[in-house]
């Protein structure tokens, strides 16, 4: 139960983002102000992942009546955010999430993709301000993404649109933690560079840097002949570290595949959000009337 005196806080949401290695806890003012913050990492609890999880969210809403709880969570999901199974959360498989955090918090909760989440924190905070369609992503220790096309979060028949990391960019390449041989996620990823190269990403040559970002640029290119996008504002540690390497090597990939007139302004540049951005995210999908 909420431990603050007194009615609900509408302007208060508790703000929980789920990655592949740690989990951040904040409750977020609007429009878009972070009070509080906790984190824990993923590893550490190979067992008790969501006992860990419901622990963090008391500590960081002690003292504060929030109204909602927003949840961004690596994917995929099932029933708009009622199961989740993320890929690297073993522990995790059809994992009744919103109801076991709704029930122990007991406000109103809703769950969206991690990457997903990010894209509308993108059009509200982020490089999308000004623009009604566009392609989110983040390179990082996994590959994620989320569409917006005329204003609106592109959900597709199970709210899992988006997952740019699972588009082949290598035929018969690496296995991905999907089955499928020769994703993004699989060739990009920071896991998968380290697999490859014996290395942290962060130690990449400038090979690496570069093949990375034409193989994002490429699915970038593809996913915006498709849907009709000029614009790709990509976040996450690999991307953004990589710098000049990897945009130059995207922005040439993606245009070299998106050749229809449509698409001949294409352009792929990095995420304006900060550190705070997956936060936000969730915080806008937990004010979300959706």
Same mark, same amino acid.
């Given at each position: 139960?909420? #431990?603050?005196?007194? &009615? =609900?806080?509408?302007?208060?949401?508790?703000?929980? $983002?789920?990655? &592949?290695?740690?989990?951040?806890?904040?409750?977020?003012?609007?429009? !878009?102000?972070?009070?509080?913050?906790?984190?824990?990492?993923?590893? *550490?609890?190979?067992?008790?992942?969501?006992?860990?999880?419901?622990?963090?969210?008391?500590?960081? #809403? *002690?003292?504060?009546?929030?109204?909602?709880?927003?949840?961004?969570?690596?994917?995929?999901?099932?029933?708009?955010?009622?199961?989740?199974? =993320?890929?690297?959360? %073993?522990?995790?498989?059809?994992? =009744?999430?919103?109801?076991?955090?709704?029930?122990?918090?007991?406000? @109103?909760? #809703?769950? *969206?993709? $991690?990457?997903?989440?990010?894209?509308?924190?993108?059009?509200?905070?982020?490089?999308?301000?000004?623009?009604?369609?566009?392609?989110?992503?983040?390179?990082?220790? +996994?590959?994620? /993404? +989320?569409?917006?096309?005329?204003?609106?979060?592109?959900?597709?028949?199970?709210?899992?649109? /988006?997952?740019?990391?699972?588009?082949?960019?290598? @035929?018969?390449?690496?296995?991905?933690?999907?089955?499928?041989?020769?994703?993004?996620?699989?060739?990009?990823?920071?896991?998968?560079?380290?697999?490859?190269?014996?290395? %942290?990403? &962060? $130690?990449?040559?400038?090979?690496?840097?570069?093949?990375?970002?034409?193989?994002? !640029?490429?699915?970038?290119?593809?996913?915006?002949?498709?849907?009709?996008?000029?614009?790709?504002?990509?976040?996450?540690?690999?991307?953004?570290?990589?710098?000049?390497?990897?945009?130059?090597? &995207?922005?040439?990939?993606? #245009?070299?595949?998106?050749?229809?007139?449509?698409?001949?302004?294409?352009?792929?540049?990095?995420?304006?959000?900060?550190? $705070?951005?997956?936060?936000?995210?969730?915080?806008?999908?937990?004010?979300? @009337?959706?």
């Amino acid at each position: 139960m909420n #431990r603050a005196k007194g &009615a =609900p806080d509408d302007s208060l949401c508790l703000a929980i $983002d789920i990655g &592949a290695t740690k989990i951040d806890v904040a409750v977020v003012a609007a429009p !878009g102000k972070i009070l509080t913050r906790q984190r824990l990492f993923v590893a *550490e609890h190979p067992t008790d992942l969501i006992v860990a999880l419901v622990s963090l969210a008391d500590a960081a #809403r *002690e003292g504060f009546r929030v109204a909602s709880v927003g949840v961004a969570c690596a994917g995929p999901t099932r029933e708009c955010g009622a199961f989740v199974s =993320p890929l690297n959360i %073993p522990q995790w498989r059809d994992f =009744p999430l919103r109801a076991t955090i709704e029930n122990h918090v007991g406000v @109103p909760t #809703r769950v *969206e993709g $991690d990457a997903r989440a990010l894209a509308l924190a993108e059009g509200v905070f982020g490089a999308a301000r000004h623009d009604d369609s566009y392609l989110s992503m983040v390179v990082s220790s +996994g590959v994620g /993404g +989320g569409i917006v096309l005329n204003g609106r979060l592109l959900d597709g028949n199970s709210g899992n649109a /988006g997952h740019v990391g699972h588009l082949t960019v290598v @035929p018969g390449g690496a296995l991905c933690g999907c089955g499928a041989l020769g994703c993004l996620e699989a060739e990009a990823s920071g896991r998968a560079i380290e697999a490859r190269t014996g290395q %942290p990403a &962060a $130690d990449a040559d400038l090979w690496t840097r570069q093949r990375t970002g034409a193989l994002v !640029g490429q699915a970038i290119g593809n996913v915006c002949s498709l849907l009709d996008l000029e614009r790709c504002y990509v976040a996450g540690s690999v991307a953004l570290g990589f710098g000049a390497d990897f945009f130059g090597a &995207a922005n040439k990939a993606a #245009r070299g595949v998106s050749q229809m007139s449509f698409t001949s302004d294409v352009r792929v540049e990095p995420s304006s959000l900060t550190s $705070d951005g997956p936060l936000l995210g969730a915080a806008l999908v937990g004010w979300s @009337p959706r």
